[in-house]
């Protein structure tokens, strides 16, 4: 009797032990999940955003080039640019290869170039010094399919600008 009570101990805690384990793989796939879904990335563009992909497009097809799809991935990248130089207080292409492999990685950029600018007021402004400066119109005009921007201003409401391009 001694010996089938200890076996139904264990086979009780073994059951337990069992459900335990299954019923917390459950949860750890559900919230796999959830924290998957909940890192899906959403980009609301402001006015001055909008309008620089726009006129970056609107260039492009007077060349009869292929309008660029923006992607969001490209436009956070940028963003996080923008608050690194509004931090050191410098217009700069500081960190690019840490963007290119973050680009690389997660949307599986083939190619990555960008701008970047400061104190214009307009996307006007912006894309016309851009389209004036030869490095700057090439990556416009350039061999890509994708591109993202970012517009950041400072506290004295001076803008900084990241425009990322990139061929998929």
């Known amino acids: 009797m001694r010996k089938s009570t200890l076996r139904f101990a264990i086979l009780v805690l073994l059951s337990i032990?069992?459900?335990s384990c299954a019923k917390e793989s459950i949860e750890e796939e559900v919230n796999s999940y959830n924290h998957t879904a909940k890192e899906i990335a959403n980009f609301d563009y402001s006015e001055i955003e909008s309008n620089i992909l726009d006129l970056v497009n609107?260039?492009?097809?007077?060349?009869?080039?292929?309008?660029?799809?923006?992607?969001?991935?490209?436009?956070?990248?940028?963003?996080?640019?923008?608050?690194?130089?509004?931090?050191?207080?410098?217009?700069?292409?500081?960190?690019?290869?840490?963007?290119?492999?973050?680009?690389?990685e997660t949307i599986g950029a083939k190619s990555v170039s960008e701008n970047v600018g400061f104190g214009y007021h307009t996307a006007e402004a912006v894309v016309k010094a851009w389209l004036n400066s030869e490095g700057h119109k090439k990556n416009i005009e350039g061999n890509h399919s994708h591109f993202g921007v970012s517009v950041v201003d400072d506290v004295e409401g001076r803008n900084y600008f990241t425009n990322i391009f990139i061929r998929k």
């Open 17 to 19: 032990s069992t459900i």
């Open 58 to 104: 609107e260039h492009r097809k007077s060349l009869e080039l292929e309008p660029l799809q923006p992607i969001t991935e490209i436009s956070i990248e940028a963003e996080s640019h923008n608050y690194y130089m509004l931090e050191v207080g410098k217009v700069s292409h500081d960190n690019f290869g840490v963007r290119y492999e973050n680009l690389v």
